[in-house]
């Protein structure tokens, strides 16, 4: 079974060796000793897929015994990866996006069951009543009846409009052009992956609280947990190689590097569905969170709250080969997915995320509080299959 992870978002991101070897390793606490040598283990496996980059850490009990980062920030070119180089997330933001969320909800300022229409009615009139209804549960679960991205979809989400607008401004005038839309629940399973789902729910977040999702994002998510690396939209920052860049798979199979700019990365619009960047060691420091329930601090939220948004609220209907960033089958929470993997004992907390030039992947099994986190600057089969391998293999390591 594979895991969860953004869809392909527009043809011109659809995706689907190195000189020298520089690599940056850091391992905090004892506990590494039992187990492998990673940044060798990380090397061999980014080789054998012709990868430019490739990163991991492993977090158990609160700490993180091990972490790596290999490789090169530019596929053929010699910008060694160094430990603290931030990797783009893309889907694995929607966990951050569902913790805003219940925030939101233990202040009052919104109900799981809130609508829509309730919340965003006024500025956007003129919704279809099946639109309306939705509930911020819904849009969190993937079971609200708005479906998969669609042509209309990607074209509102790269509409030139973004010239014109703040973005809380162009996520609303998304869903005004949208909002004649009728939806439904599909039978069998109400599961159908949406990332517009998530940018409702950013909006929704973004209307009871009068602030950006981008700056809730760094007030109340990154800066309680001290992820000094963390941001939005492509890795480097403008006119600098200072991060591993994204690779865009030609037809022909070549990689090209993307650097800067709107290709290095989808539109802002998409925030809140997905366009996080951070550090290995950053994201291992969400993933411990996650991992110990929130109770190793801060108190983001309520270990009830984290506890419904760490539950199952749907099943994912079974799709036979799936491409990569999009579900097999398993359950789904509010921003995780729940898959039992092979060489597991049980379910493991899970999500992919991907914009189609990079590619991350985190595991985590709350009852060991054991994490781990995966990131590579490249995207496609390759790339999802040797991530994949890395995860199994260091979730087989340190439960030995």
């Known amino acids: 079974m594979t895991h969860l992870t953004a869809r392909t978002y527009h043809p011109k991101f659809a995706c689907l060796a190195l000189t020298g070897l520089v690599s940056a390793m850091l391992v905090l606490t004892p506990v590494a000793a039992k187990a492998l040598d990673l940044d060798s283990y990380l090397d061999t496996v980014r080789k054998d897929n012709g990868l430019p980059a490739l990163a991991a850490a492993v977090i158990e009990d609160g700490k993180v015994v091990a972490a790596a980062a290999v490789g090169t920030r530019v596929l053929g070119k010699d910008f060694p990866v160094t430990i603290d180089d931030r990797f783009h997330i893309g889907s694995n933001t929607k966990s951050m996006t569902a913790t805003l969320a219940g925030m939101m909800v233990e202040e009052g300022k919104l109900r799981w069951d809130s609508r829509i229409g309730e919340v965003l009615g006024d500025d956007v009139k003129g919704m279809s009543a099946s639109l309306a209804n939705a509930t911020l549960e819904q849009l969190l679960s993937h079971s609200s009846g708005i479906p998969t991205d ?16 703040n973005l809380s401004d162009l996520r609303l005038h998304l869903l005004d052009q949208w909002k004649e839309n009728e939806i439904s629940v599909p039978d069998g399973s109400p599961f159908q992956y949406s990332n517009l789902g998530y940018i409702i729910a950013g909006m929704m977040i973004e209307k009871v609280t009068g602030t950006p999702w981008e700056q809730l994002m760094r007030e109340r998510i990154f800066a309680p947990l001290e992820m000094q690396t963390a941001g939005f939209g492509a890795q480097a920052t ?21 650097l800067w700019g709107p290709a290095a990365d989808m539109p802002p619009v998409l925030a809140p569905a997905g366009n996080v960047h951070m550090s290995i060691i950053d994201y291992a420091k969400w993933a411990d969170w996650n991992a110990g329930k929130g109770a190793r601090g801060p108190t983001l939220v309520s270990a009830e709250t984290l506890h419904h948004i760490q539950s199952v609220k749907v099943h994912t209907p079974v799709r036979d080969n799936p491409p990569p960033g999009t579900p097999s089958t398993g359950d789904y929470g509010l921003g995780w997915g729940f898959v039992t993997f092979d060489w597991a004992d049980g379910p493991i907390m899970t999500h992919n995320g991907s914009n ?7 595991a985590i099994d709350p009852e060991r509080d054991l994490a781990i986190v995966v990131t590579t600057n490249f995207a496609g089969g390759k790339a999802d299959m040797a991530a994949g391998e890395v995860m199994q293999h260091l979730y087989e390591t340190y439960t030995k």
Do not use: Q
């Open 238 to 258: 403008y006119g600098l190689i200072d991060a591993p860049v994204g690779h865009r798979i030609e037809p022909d199979g070549s990689a090209t590097p993307m």
């Open 356 to 362: 189609s030039l990079n590619l991350a992947k985190i």
């Open 150 to 165: 669609d042509e209309e979809m990607i074209n509102l989400y790269f509409n030139t409009d973004a010239f014109e607008y």
